[in-house]
C-alpha cells in the first residue's frame, strides 16, 4: 500500500513554501514514495528543478499548480496528466496573470472549461470555494459548484480534496464533502497541503507567512497556521488521518497512474524566412559576402575557417539562430543604434563576419570550440549583444514584431534571500526597530544569509555597531534558514528568449514591474531545456561613448569611434599615469594601479588587462608573473616550442580559456571538443581527484605524442594553477577594444567624454563629484547651472562643462522645459511671473546659483519671497529690491554646503579646498604633493571613494579606496591590521585623514597606518 502527496509547495510559491525542491525530493524518497506532485500557486517556476530532482531520486514527477478563481472563486489544485494538460495549464496560469492586476493573478472558470482537456481538478484547501460555501453552511451552492465543475473536468477528472491536519471545522467539513462525493459520485483524495519537508520546519515557514502578510510575529492573521501539520507525511500518518475515507488515499495512486510522466521539449528558435527558401545557402552567402568586405581577398586560411564553422552550425541546426541574430543586427545598424557583441561569440568567425562581433578571431587565433562545442551536451551558442542603454527595448520591440507576441519573452530571475534583505524582512516580522535593522543592513557586506553572524565578527564596522548578540541569535539563526529562498520573481536583464512554437508551450508568461512579458524560468532552466537565448544587455558606457561622438561631432565631422586608431602613444601614455577615472573598465582603483605598473604598448596589454583584474586571476596570483615577465625583468621560459605561439601574447602566462584550449590541441592531442569540456571539467568540478584523471590522460597523451613527462607534467600544471578562473578571450577582447577607444576619448576629447559620462549617470565607477574634479584637474571649468545658459543636460561650453539644470535636485521633466521654453529670463520677477513652480523648486535654484548672473546675493533673493506658502507654485509680485534691501549674501563654506546639497558637488569649489589652510597647519599635504613628494611618510586627507574588500589569495583583508580632494584622486592600501584598527570609519565617515607610507614601488599609492576623522569636516 501506498500514497502520493498531490498538494504541495516549494520555495516557488513565494513566501509560502519552505523547504528546496531538493529537500522535499529526498524526503520523498526516504519516505518511499513512488511520486510526487508540485503544485505550487499561480506558476511553474519551480518545474525544471523539480523534474530533475525527480530523476535524481528516481521519483516519478507530476506537474501541477495552485490556481485562483476569480470572483472569489477560491483556490483550486490542477495537475496535468500529459504533455497537453501542461500546455493548457500554461495556457491558464498565463492568461491568470495577464488579465489581472500583477500579484493578484486569477482565472475565470469559463476559461479554465475550455482549457480544461488532459488536466484533473482538485477542489483545494479551506480556501476552495466548496469547501468554503460548506463551512458557510450553504450546502446547496456547494452541490451545485461541486456538480458544474464536475460537468467541466468530467466525472474521472475531478476530485474533492480531503485534508485533515487538526483545524477545528475539519472533521465536519470531511464528512460533509464525503457525503456530496457520494451523492454526485465524485472521488475523494487525500492531501497534506505540504508546504515544508519536516514538522520542524513550521517556524520558519511561520516566519515567512508573516513576511508575506506583514505581520508581526506577535500578531494574529488568518493565513498563518495553528499547527506544523503541512509537512510531508508518511503513508502511516496520512493511514491513520484518514481511516474513515481509505478510498481518498485509494484515489491519489490512480491519479498518479494517470499523470503521464512527460519531458518540457525545446520549442526551437523561429526558422528564418531566407530568400530562395535555402537558409543555409543564404547564411553561407551572406557570410561570404562579409568576409570579403572585412578581409578583402579571402585566403585559405580564412575560407577554412569559414567553412569548418558553418557546417557545425549547420550540423547542430543552429543556421535560423545565426540569421535572426544577424536580421537582429541588421535592424540595430539600419537604426545606427550603438552596439558591441561580447562574450564567447566573438570566438566566431561566422559572427564577425556577419557583423554580430567586431573582433576578428582569426586575427587574434581564437578557439571556435569555447563558443559552440560540438560534443557538449548541452550546445547553446550565447550571444551576448551589448547596446546603447536608451534603445535595448528598441531592439527587443523589434524581435517581438517580427516574431510575434507568443514567441518573444524575457527570462525571468529570482531574487533570493541573502544577507541584506532578510535581515531587513526578518527583523521586521521580529519587532526590531528600523533603524537598528537599517544600520546592519546598511553596513554589511554583500554576504549570503547564512554568513551573518561570521561577518559581525569580521568586519570591524559591523563589531563596532556593538550588536547585543543573545538579543539578535534568534534573527540570524532565522536570517541564515531562509539562506537562497527566492523572495520573488523580475525579469533578467539581458536573457531573451525567441521561440518557434509559442512560449506558452514550455511555461507561462507574466508581467514584470515594467510591463514586459517574462517567463516563469531563469537563465538556468532555460539552458537545462536546451533553449538557445539571447542576452540583449544595456550598456550605459555604449550611451555615453554615442553622446561623446555626438558632441563631437558639431566640431569634428569626421571623427569616427570605430575607426579610432589601436597605436596612439598619447593614449598609452594616459594610461601608464593610471589617471583613467572614466575609462571603460580600467577605471577601478585595481586597474589603475595595474596601468601604472604594467606600462602597456599595444591593445592586447589592454586586452590582458581587462582579464587580469578578476577575481580569478587575482587570487591564483597571476598579475605578478605577468608583470614582471611583461617588463622583462623575469624571463619567459616555454618548457616546449609549441607553447611559445600559444602563450607569447600573455608572457608565457595562461590567462585565458582559449589558450587552455589551445594547449590541450597541441600539446594533449586533444581535439578542439574535447579540450573545450576539459576546460570546462576544470571550472566547474575543480576536485583534486577530478583533476588527478584528467592531467594524467593530458600527460599520457602528450607522452604519446613526443612530449618528455616531466615537460607535460609542467604544462599541466600551468593549467591546473589557472584551473578554469581565466577569463574568455574573446570576451576581454570585445571589451578592451571599448576600453581603449574610451580611454582615447579620455586623453583628446575629456570635455565631451566627462560631458557625456555626467549625462548617464548612474553609471561607472565613480560618482559625479570625483568626475567634476577630475575633470577639473585636466583644466576643464565646470560652469554652474544657469537659468538662461545651462541646457536640461550636462554641455560642452567653450571646452568647459555647463552644469545641466537636470542635476539639480527635485526637478522633474516639465519643470525642466518650462525653464528652457519661457528663455529669455531676465529676472526672478520676470521668471515667476512666467513660470508656474513650486516654491522649494525657485529656491533650489537660487541656492546652487542659477541666478547667479541676475542677481548677485543668493541669500537677498532668497529672502524675498521666504513668507510664501511653500507648496503651491505663485507669483512675485513685489519689486525684489523693495522686499530685501540689506542682506548679507551667504559665505563661501555655506554655499558651498548648499550647492553640495542641491547638485551633489560644488560647481565652483571643493570641500577639501575649504579646508586646505587649516589642513595645512597640522601638515596634511595635498594628494598631489604627496605624489611629487619624495618623502616616504605623508598625511592626507579627502572624501572617500568607493572603499572595495577584493578577494586576496591568502584570505586576509585588503580595502582600497581612493581619497578625491581638490588636487585629484589618490589610491590608499589598507591591510588587515590597519583595518581591523580602523575599519569601523571606512564605511561610516564620508571625509577621512589618512596617515601612512608612500608605496616605493607604485607611486601615488599610500599604504595607511592610521586613520583619523576631521573634526571640522563640512557636513557632506
Ligand atoms: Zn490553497
Ligand atoms: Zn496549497
Known amino acids: 500500500m501506498s500514497f502520493v502527496h498531490l498538494h504541495l509547495h516549494t520555495p516557488f510559491s513565494f513566501l509560502d ?142 476530485f474533492l480534496e480531503l485534508q485533515s491536519t487538526f483545524r477545528p471545522d475539519q472533521p465536519r467539513l470531511n464528512r460533509t464533502l464525503f457525503e456530496l462525493g457520494r451523492e454526485l459520485g465524485i472521488g475523494l483524495v487525500a492531501t497534506n497541503n505540504v508546504h515544508y519537508a519536516t514538522k520542524e520546519e513550521f517556524q520558519i515557514h511561520d516566519v515567512l507567512t508573516c513576511i508575506r502578510t506583514l505581520t508581526a510575529i506577535d500578531e494574529p492573521h488568518p493565513d498563518r497556521e495553528i499547527n506544523g501539520e503541512l509537512y510531508l507525511k508518511s503513508y502511516g500518518e496520512m493511514h491513520t488521518l484518514f481511516k474513515e475515507f481509505p478510498n481518498a488515499l485509494l484515489s491519489t495512486l490512480e491519479i498518479e497512474e494517470r499523470c503521464e510522466k512527460f519531458t518540457l521539449s525545446n520549442p526551437g528558435p523561429p526558422s528564418f524566412d531566407a530568400p530562395g527558401g535555402d537558409s543555409f545557402r543564404f547564411l553561407r552567402d551572406l557570410v561570404y559576402e562579409g568576409a570579403r568586405s572585412k578581409y578583402g581577398n579571402i585566403t585559405r586560411t580564412v ?70 562545442n560540438p560534443q557538449r551536451a548541452h550546445n547553446l551558442p550565447d550571444i551576448d549583444i551589448d547596446l546603447d542603454a536608451r534603445y535595448r527595448d528598441k531592439a527587443l520591440e523589434y524581435l517581438t514584431e517580427k516574431y510575434g507576441e507568443e514567441h518573444v519573452a524575457t527570462v525571468c530571475t529570482f531574487y533570493r534571500y541573502r544577507a541584506r534583505a532578510a535581515i531587513r524582512d526578518v527583523g521586521k516580522v521580529l519587532g526590531f526597530p528600523e533603524n537598528e535593522l537599517d544600520k546592519i543592513a546598511k553596513l554589511i557586506p554583500w554576504s549570503g544569509a547564512d554568513e551573518i553572524e561570521e561577518a559581525l565578527l569580521k568586519y570591524p564596522e559591523l563589531r563596532n555597531l556593538e550588536i547585543p548578540e543573545e538579543r539578535f541569535t534568534r534573527l540570524f539563526e532565522l536570517c541564515s534558514a531562509l539562506s537562497n529562498c527566492p523572495r520573488h520573481i523580475g525579469a533578467h536583464l539581458g536573457g531573451v528568449v525567441i521561440t518557434k512554437e509559442p512560449i506558452i508551450t514550455i511555461s507561462p508568461l507574466q508581467k514584470s514591474a515594467k510591463g514586459i512579458h517574462i517567463i516563469q524560468f531563469d537563465k538556468d532552466d532555460v539552458e537545462q531545456l536546451g533553449i538557445p537565448k539571447l542576452d540583449l544587455l544595456n550598456l550605459r558606457m555604449l550611451s555615453a561613448v554615442e553622446d561623446a561622438v555626438s558632441s563631437i561631432h558639431v566640431r569634428e565631422e569626421e571623427f569616427d569611434f570605430d575607426r579610432i586608431p589601436l597605436d596612439n602613444h598619447q593614449t598609452y ?88 584550449i589551445e594547449i590541450a590541441v597541441e600539446i594533449g592531442g586533444f581535439s578542439p571538443s574535447e579540450a573545450d569540456s576539459l576546460r570546462r571539467a576544470m571550472t566547474h568540478h575543480r576536485s583534486k581527484a577530478a583533476m588527478e584523471v584528467i592531467g594524467r590522460r593530458f600527460v599520457e597523451n602528450a607522452r604519446k605524442r613526443g612530449v618528455k613527462r616531466e615537460v607535460a607534467e609542467r604544462i599541466f600544471s600551468y593549467i591546473r594553477a589557472y584551473a578554469g578562473y581565466g577569463f574568455c578571450e574573446a570576451h576581454a577582447a570585445a571589451f578592451g577594444d571599448i576600453a581603449y577607444k574610451t580611454a582615447y576619448l579620455l ?41 538662461n545658459a545651462s541646457m536640461i543636460d550636462y554641455a560642452v561650453e567653450i571646452g568647459n562643462i555647463r552644469v545641466g539644470l537636470k542635476q539639480i535636485r527635485e526637478f522633474g521633466n516639465t519643470d525642466l522645459h518650462a525653464i528652457v521654453t519661457a528663455r529669455p529670463i531676465r529676472s526672478l520677477q520676470d521668471f515667476l511671473q512666467r513660470v508656474r513652480m513650486k516654491k522649494n523648486l525657485v529656491e533650489n535654484l537660487i541656492l546652487c546659483g ?14 524675498s519671497f521666504m513668507d510664501r506658502p511653500s507648496e503651491e507654485p505663485f507669483y512675485l509680485d513685489t519689486p525684489i529690491h523693495r522686499i530685501a534691501p540689506k542682506i548679507d549674501d551667504y559665505n563661501q563654506m555655506q554655499k558651498f554646503k548648499l550647492e553640495w546639497e542641491i547638485l551633489g558637488f560644488s560647481p565652483t569649489t571643493h570641500p577639501l579646498a575649504l579646508l586646505r589652510d587649516e589642513l595645512k597647519r597640522m601638515g596634511v599635504m595635498s594628494v598631489k604633493e604627496v605624489k611629487e613628494c619624495g618623502e616616504t611618510k605623508a598625511k592626507v586627507a579627502g572624501l572617500i571613494v568607493r572603499p572595495q574588500r577584493p578577494p586576496t589569495r591568502s584570505g586576509r583583508t585588503v580595502i582600497f579606496l581612493t581619497l578625491e580632494d581638490e588636487t585629484g584622486l589618490l589610491d590608499i592600501t589598507i591591510f588587515e591590521r590597519t583595518y581591523q584598527s580602523y575599519g569601523h570609519l571606512i564605511f561610516t565617515q564620508p571625509l577621512l585623514l589618512v596617515e601612512g607610507k608612500v608605496d616605493r614601488k607604485e607611486k601615488g599609492v599610500l599604504i595607511a597606518e592610521k586613520i583619523h576623522t576631521i573634526n571640522s569636516t563640512p557636513r557632506l
Open 573 to 660: 601614455e594616459l594610461l601608464r599615469t593610471g589617471e583613467t577615472a572614466g575609462a571603460f573598465q580600467l577605471e577601478s582603483h585595481a586597474q589603475r594601479s595595474l596601468q601604472r605598473r604594467l606600462e602597456a604598448e599595444n591593445i592586447d596589454d589592454i586586452i590582458s588587462s581587462v582579464a587580469l583584474i578578476r577575481p580569478g586571476p587575482v587570487q591564483a596570483n597571476l598579475v605578478k608573473p605577468f608583470l614582471m615577465r611583461r617588463k622583462g625583468r623575469k624571463k619567459v621560459v616555454h618548457p616546449h616550442p609549441k607553447l611559445e605561439k600559444i602563450l607569447k601574447k600573455t608572457y608565457g602566462v595562461v590567462l585565458f580559456q582559449e589558450q587552455v
Open 747 to 787: 586623453r583628446h576629447y575629456p570635455a565631451h567624454f566627462y560631458t557625456a559620462l555626467l549625462n548617464n549617470q548612474p553609471m561607472g565607477f565613480y560618482p559625479p563629484h570625483t568626475l567634476v574634479t577630475e575633470a577639473r584637474r585636466r583644466g576643464i571649468r565646470i560652469l554652474p547651472p544657469d537659468i
Open 303 to 372: 575560407e577554412k575557417r569559414l567553412e569548418y564553422e558553418l557546417s557545425i552550425i549547420e550540423t547542430l541546426g543552429f543556421t535560423s539562430y545565426f540569421l535572426l541574430v544577424w536580421d537582429l543586427v541588421r535592424y540595430i545598424q539600419s537604426r545606427a543604434f550603438r552596439y558591441a557583441g561580447r562574450g564567447s561569440a566573438a570566438d566566431s568567425a561566422v559572427a564577425y563576419c556577419l557583423g554580430i562581433t567586431k573582433v576578428d578571431p582569426i586575427a587574434r587565433n581564437l578557439s571556435f570550440e569555447r563558443f559552440i
Open 850 to 863: 542659477a541666478f547667479d548672473r541676475l542677481h548677485v546675493n543668493r541669500r537677498r533673493l532668497l529672502w
Open 17 to 158: 513554501g519552505t523547504s528546496s525542491i531538493g529537500q522535499l525530493l529526498d524526503c520523498a524518497a526516504s519516505l518511499g514514495f513512488p511520486a510526487l506532485a508540485i503544485t505550487d500557486h499561480h506558476n511553474l517556476s519551480g518545474v525544471v528543478s523539480f523534474m530533475k530532482e525527480a530523476e535524481r531520486t528516481g521519483i516519478k514527477p507530476i506537474i501541477g499548480a495552485e490556481i485562483t478563481l476569480s470572483e472569489g472563486g477560491g483556490h483550486l489544485i490542477l495537475l496535468a496528466t500529459t504533455r497537453n494538460g501542461y500546455i493548457n495549464l500554461s495556457k491558464i496560469l498565463t492568461r491568470a496573470h495577464l488579465s489581472s492586476q500583477r500579484k493578484e493573478p486569477h482565472v475565470a472558470i469559463d476559461y479554465i472549461e475550455k482549457h480544461h482537456s488532459d488536466l484533473i481538478a482538485l477542489s483545494g484547501c479551506e480556501k476552495g470555494k466548496i469547501p468554503q460555501l460548506i463551512l458557510n453552511r450553504r450546502f446547496e451552492e456547494a452541490r451545485r459548484v461541486a456538480s458544474h465543475w464536475s460537468e467541466i473536468f468530467g466525472r474521472e477528472h475531478f
